[in-house]
């Protein structure tokens, strides 16, 4: 045995300051502690909590530079109004005022159209208070149409089933670590130190996914998938399982509700066809499950995206069937889907449940969805929208078309952008540092969040938007959080929230306000008693099984190219970037710039495109210009951006080149 | 100020374990907050090395690579009004007061070191943090690493955290082949 030293960090800050607030960091879904030093009304410095047990004492850049958004000469901070989209903004210097107008818009709108006329999107910038509240009051006005982004990836859990994966911090204790098209040091990187830790440790890191990404530079096996195929690697797998005996029979046996039905679906599938599909050779496929297979604790890590796909449950079957599931150690760990289920309409009795479903599928498909469905049945007919963040230039994007043809469009967030830009009223948010609130992490931790700043004048939260709304509809009583001062009370909500949930209804504020501290995290689903290598009793579904998929689940992503189009779109996040907002923090924009867009050294060379060069990706409907970054990190057939682009089939050339000239080029390449 | 060598073993130095670097920035973040530097100043430079092919495969590191606080800096020789200075402590850096911006220690540096603070018209470069040093408190920079890339530690901890990455990695190798 080796001796190891702890390394003595000795915190603290050299700054002049007044007090430290210590609050969770709400960038993304990890939920490290933070500590920030205030003074005179402003962040002076910020350190992580040292005592924090996910975090550890550690920030990324995104939870450093937070702090520049907060004074930005940019920021909204007056609600505003305008006739109609061409027309300047007029300064309202009132909230009330704002409400009221909004409130009389909406009304006539839904005297002409009915009240599924409105769509509420809620982006994550404005906090998990505006889009609770946002279904609620959807449903008390009668739309089925909030669409949550955030929301969405609990749902292919059975109902019932509490945690299908151990902690973050449990995986220095797994022998294997699976991750599937995330790339979790870019998204998450302080968890991605867990990784690290338990690679140190001796477990093996496994990293699939369709670009050479940071996290897969890091891995022991690296294994390049085609693009959106990852939960069809996961069939390939299970297969490769089930053909090698490497499953526990008894597991399928007890776990499954038809586990003959279910062997008998991979018996009509090949595992090489499979893994063609992934783009995997089938020999590296066994390898890869006999070594998976040989470590016995094994922790899967899928990507948020995987859950919009079909066939997304493999990782819960496989984990099932390979005896990952229900321990301490091992399992299947979806990235952010760390909100627990919460009735937050269920008190109401006016109006009916309505909220749309849009599980398994592509958000900005659905919203082309809902609005053909107002041409043909007369169904949606979308002429009022409430938008946050900006979920315009995000899932929300085919819904820009028809905003001009609508009665009203309301904007609440932080900065100017495409969703300010279209709206005819604006409601300046507070920034997640000015927020009192309960945070949800990937780890299902439930931590109070205090504020560290009091909101800016003029700015308020979703909790306040959506209480002073429902207060002009005579809604008061559905929301009863209002402070003595007039303004939301975000304790007696998230109070009356935590309430609302079958795994969080034994917790108060109160009992959060520790969570996080002295290395304690309270978690919303403690699965007592299926915690234990031998103490498992099946799942806690009302017949402790769940139902397991297929490979008839899987469907074959769009992986043809489209004629004129040789070459695969790929847009992800940056390590240093998240949401709209990181467009407003200097430190962290600067560092990799939105413009740059990757392309293989192979194309770019046959094409006469070097670094630097201005290119120009071009799709069937739409376009992104930017400057040539050559690198192996995508391969021969994709070029990847930051920016977003609504199509999967491009072609790419050099801006002083004929597009006609560059087609010809690839053909000839790639024929 | 003289050199005294036997402070070396009582001083921490910044341990940059490359092999944990992400390539996250959060680093220079860290290091813009902490020194008020305006974006666009980089004290840290992280650099990427590939994808290049190895094998059937490919590999990629990143390097951070800030200033090495040289034994015998050629940044503070070149300094025409000896703003850029060498502690006991070892720490380089630049005083801002003496600093007239000319930037002949940017040129002098090998390692392209000092760059200009274009909000300020000075000099910008790893201190280390010698006003929290002095507290006795760790540099930003080490504080926030989220993978622990960079730590501030002895010189004997240095030594000793390299053993151990090695007899690790070679226990690991000699299980491997045992399997």
């Known amino acids: ?671 | 100020m003289s050199e005294d060598p036997r402070n070396k073993d009582r001083t921490n130095a910044l341990f940059v374990d490359a092999s944990r670097c992400i390539g996250c920035f959060a680093c220079q973040v860290a290091c813009n907050m902490e020194h008020d530097l305006p974006a666009g100043v980089r004290t840290f430079k992280i650099i990427q090395l590939g994808p290049f092919e190895q094998g059937d495969g490919l590999t990629m590191s990143y390097l951070p690579a800030n200033c090495l606080h040289c034994d015998r800096p050629a940044c503070v020789a070149a300094c025409p009004t000896s703003a850029m200075r060498k502690r006991a402590d070892g720490i380089v850096f630049s005083d801002p007061e003496l600093c007239i911006g000319c930037q002949t220690c940017a040129v002098a540096c090998p390692f392209g070191s000092p760059t200009l603070n274009t909000s300020t018209g000075k000099i910008a470069k790893c201190d280390g943090c010698r006003a929290r040093v002095d507290l006795g408190l760790w540099p930003s920079c080490a504080l926030k690493c989220p993978t622990g890339a960079l730590q501030f530690v002895s010189r004997q901890q240095i030594v000793q955290a390299r053993r151990e990455r090695e007899a690790v990695k070679r226990l690991q190798s000699f299980s491997a082949v045992k399997e």
Not at chain 1, 257 to 271: G, I, L, R
């Open chain 1, 1 to 671: 045995m080796i001796a190891r030293f702890a390394l003595k960090r000795v915190t603290g800050t050299a700054k002049d300051y007044e007090k430290p607030v210590a609050t969770v960091c709400r960038e993304c879904s990890v939920g490290c502690g933070l500590v920030a030093y205030v003074g005179k009304d402003t962040i002076v410095d910020v350190q992580g909590a040292e005592d924090h047990p996910v975090s550890r004492g550690r920030l990324c850049a995104r939870g450093i530079a937070f702090v520049q958004a907060l004074e930005h000469v940019e920021r909204l901070r007056v609600p505003a109004h305008r006739e109609s989209p061409h027309a300047g903004f007029v300064d309202l210097n009132d909230w009330d005022k704002a409400l009221d107008l909004l409130a009389e818009h909406l009304r006539r709108s839904r005297e002409r159209h009915g009240p599924e006329s409105l769509l509420i999107g809620c982006d994550t910038e404005a906090g998990s208070d505006f889009s609770f509240c946002a279904k609620r009051f959807a449903r008390l006005w009668g739309t089925p149409l909030v669409l949550d982004p955030f929301e969405e990836p609990i749902k292919p859990w059975p109902a019932g089933l509490r945690s299908p994966s151990s902690s973050c911090t449990q995986w220095p204790k797994s022998r294997s670590i699976l991750l599937v098209e995330s790339d979790l040091a870019s998204t998450h990187p302080v968890a991605f130190s867990w990784l690290m830790d338990a690679q140190r440790s001796g477990a093996k890191i496994i990293a699939a996914d369709s670009r050479f990404t940071r996290t897969m530079s890091k891995a022991d096996v690296g294994l390049v998938i085609r693009p959106g195929t990852g939960n069809i690697l996961g069939t390939a797998l299970m297969k490769t399982f089930l053909d090698l005996d490497l499953h526990r029979k008894d597991r399928v046996e007890s776990c499954f509700t038809n586990p003959e039905t279910w062997v008998d679906s991979f018996a009509e599938v090949q595992a090489a066809d499979l893994a063609e599909a992934a783009g995997v050779p089938h020999e590296r496929l066994e390898e890869l499950a006999v070594m998976i297979a040989g470590t016995q604790t094994t922790t899967v890590i899928s990507a948020k995206s995987l859950a919009y796909k079909p066939g997304y449950r493999i990782w819960l079957t496989m984990a099932t069937a390979m005896d990952w599931t229900g321990n301490d150690v091992g399992g299947w760990y979806p990235l952010d889907s760390g909100r627990p289920p919460m009735d937050v309409t269920g008190d109401i009795e006016e109006g009916e449940e309505k909220l749309l479903s849009w599980l398994y599928g592509d958000h900005r498909e659905l919203v082309k969805e809902i609005l053909e469905a107002d041409s043909t049945a007369d169904t949606f007919n979308v002429k009022a929208f409430i938008g946050s963040g900006n979920c315009l230039n995000g899932f929300l994007s085919h819904l820009n078309a028809s905003i001009p043809e609508m009665d009203v469009a309301a904007y609440f967030g932080c900065f100017p952008n495409a969703t300010r830009d279209a709206a005819h009223i604006i409601f300046p948010a507070t920034m997640w540092p000015e927020r009192d609130s309960v945070t949800f992490s990937n780890d299902r931790a439930l931590q109070w969040a205090e504020r560290i700043l009091d909101p800016r004048t003029g700015c308020r939260s979703g909790l306040d938007f959506w209480t002073g709304l429902a207060q002009r509809f005579g809604w008061e009583e559905y929301f009863p959080w209002t402070g003595q001062d007039g303004r939301a009370d975000h304790v007696a909500f998230y109070d009356w929230l935590l309430s609302r949930g079958s795994f969080t209804c034994e917790y108060q504020v109160d009992d959060l306000k520790r969570s996080g501290e002295e290395h304690h995290l309270v978690r919303w689903q403690l699965q007592k008693e299926a915690s234990g290598k031998s103490g498992f009793q099946g799942f806690p579904t009302p017949d402790g099984k769940i139902e397991p998929v297929g490979p008839a689940a899987s469907a074959l992503p769009d992986i043809q190219p489209k004629e004129g189009y040789p070459l695969y779109f790929q847009a992800t996040t940056v390590i240093s970037r998240s949401r709209d907002v990181s467009n407003w923090l200097p430190w962290t924009a600067e560092l990799e710039p939105d413009s740059l867009i990757q392309m293989n050294p192979h194309i770019a060379q046959s094409l006469g495109i070097e670094t630097g060069d201005e290119v120009i990706v071009r799709g069937p409907k739409g376009l992104i210009e930017g400057r040539a970054w050559l690198s192996r990190m995508v391969p021969e057939r994709m070029i990847w951006s930051q920016q977003s682009l609504d199509e999967h089939w491009v072609l790419i050339h050099r801006k002083d080149q004929p597009s006609r000239e560059a087609l010809t080029i690839l053909e000839e390449l790639l024929a």
